[in-house]
């Protein structure tokens, strides 16, 4: 089963735009993560953010978690074709627990 | 950066056949997953081992799939037999112990005809 919904499930912006993503998941988490997967390939992490934290930065990502509306949102700001892909946010009920992904957004970056 | 390798990368069977796939975790990461990824969707869990133990098979169809990690290091994962419905894409994962972020092959294609 998925917990995590993500919307929109599809975004196509142009080069230079900023994206964002949202996750609505059920229940109570230990921390929620966001990946990308590239079309065949595999996922490659992107970041964690704990269930205590608000806001997260790494490089050109800004993660922000609202515990009280069960809500994540992911932000690529200046983007580029290069972070065409989709995008899952991940959680974790317990921290040793399996992650249970979403069904993803796919982000179309046009140059 | 190491990798988690997965092989074949491509695998094309009839359905009632059987199929296995592999994985080779990046060492030193005791906890590998198996997760199956169907077109369009997120990865689903399919088990989860800590070591050469299973901590999590709630979601393996057991009557036709079987993963084993004798070793505690790469992993197999069979299904027999394939049927039409196995068409997704496989993946594997490792991480250490904890809420480490995972770390995931290229997965292996499987399409059942």
């Known amino acids: 089963s998925q917990q995590g919904e993500e919307d929109p499930q599809a975004l196509s912006i142009q080069e230079g735009e900023n994206a964002t993503m949202n996750c609505s998941y059920k229940?109570?988490?230990?921390?929620l993560q966001w990946y990308r997967q590239n079309s065949g390939r595999g996922l490659v992490h992107l970041i964690l953010i704990r269930s205590n934290e608000r806001e997260k930065h790494s490089g050109r990502l800004r993660v922000t978690l609202d515990t009280s509306k069960k809500s994540s949102s992911l932000l690529i700001t200046a983007s580029r074709a290069a972070d065409t892909a989709s995008y899952f946010c991940?959680?974790?009920?317990?921290?040793?627990?399996?992650?249970?992904f979403g069904k993803g957004t796919r982000l179309s970056v046009i140059a | 950066e190491a990798e988690v390798a997965q092989s074949p990368r491509y695998k094309i069977t009839e359905k009632s056949q059987a199929v296995a796939f592999w994985c080779d975790p990046i060492?030193?990461?005791?906890?590998l997953y198996w997760y199956r990824q169907i077109l369009g969707q997120g990865p689903e869990l399919l088990v989860q081992f800590q070591d050469e133990s299973v901590v999590d098979d709630s979601q393996l169809p057991k009557d036709r799939f079987s993963a084993e990690r004798l070793k505690g290091v790469d992993s197999t994962l069979k299904i027999q037999p394939a049927e039409l419905g196995d068409s997704a894409m496989y993946l594997c994962?490792?991480?250490?112990?904890?809420?480490?972020?995972?770390?995931f092959g290229n997965g292996t294609r499987l399409t059942v005809t």
């Open positions: 991940a959680t974790d009920p317990s921290g040793n627990t399996p992650l249970v």
């Open positions: 994962a490792s991480s250490h112990a904890g809420d480490s972020p995972l770390h």
């Open positions: 060492s030193g990461h005791a906890t």
């Open positions: 229940t109570s988490i230990n921390n």
